[in-house]
């Protein structure tokens, strides 16, 4: 039970931001601001419900950014991912059976019309980079520790990045977000860019703070 709790909690929370997300873009529609706030106050609530448990990733980058930033060995990294996954898959999947194939595939981040594969990598990146960075501040450096804070500002960071970047690459900053639904309706246009992008951000984000902002203070 000690490792599948933590287990339990990443599956319920990606679960959450899946089924929510792919809902949200059906009734929001162009309305990024409605997009943006769905997915961010899903973030928010569901940090707050499970930081004590697992840490509230919901995300591999996110994961990947604590992994590379030393906070998480491989061995968890690998259980959280399964979570990830699978919870993503599965609510893609009960979207899949509610509302047909053409509102998962509109559901899944996808790439503006004039944006390439690259300057999608570097959204993405910039975009996740932000969230770990926000992570590592709010929820993981002891000095900035704040549970009842962290949930609210990993969840204005989801927010403001899908205000920036959800007309360019949908802002999907995790790559579960657009694997799950991926693989439920087998779409999967320019899906590299959405884990090259992330991972590059998540471990730039885990290392930067790691290296820069985690040091000691020097005694004076």
Not at 75 to 102: E, H, K, N, P, V
Not at 208 to 216: D, N
């Amino acid at each position: 039970m000690e490792k599948f709790r933590p287990w339990l909690a990443e599956f319920v929370g990606t679960f959450a931001l899946i089924f929510v997300g792919i809902g949200a873009i059906k009734t929001a529609g162009h309305d990024v601001l409605g997009v943006a706030l769905a997915h961010g106050l899903t973030i928010a609530a569901f940090v707050s419900a499970t930081l004590h448990i697992s840490g509230g990733n919901f995300n591999p980058a996110v994961t990947f950014g604590l992994l590379c930033g030393g906070h998480m060995t491989l061995a968890t990294a690998i259980r959280y991912w399964s979570a990830q996954i699978l919870g993503a898959f599965i609510a893609a999947l009960i979207c899949l059976g509610l509302f047909g194939r053409d509102v998962v595939v509109t559901g899944t981040p996808q790439l503006a019309i004039n944006l390439t594969g690259m300057q999608g990598i570097l959204v993405e990146a910039i975009l996740t980079f932000f969230l770990v960075f926000v992570v590592y501040g709010t929820a993981v450096d002891e000095r900035g520790r704040s549970p009842g804070f962290a949930g609210f500002a990993i969840g204005a960071t989801i927010t403001l990045d899908i205000l920036f970047g959800g007309p360019l690459t949908g802002a999907a900053m995790n790559p579960a977000r657009v694997f799950g639904p991926a693989l439920a309706s087998w779409f999967w246009h320019d899906h590299y860019v959405y884990w090259i992008g992330p991972f590059i951000g998540g471990a730039l984000g885990g290392f930067v703070y790691g290296l820069f902002m985690e040091r000691k203070s020097m005694a004076t």
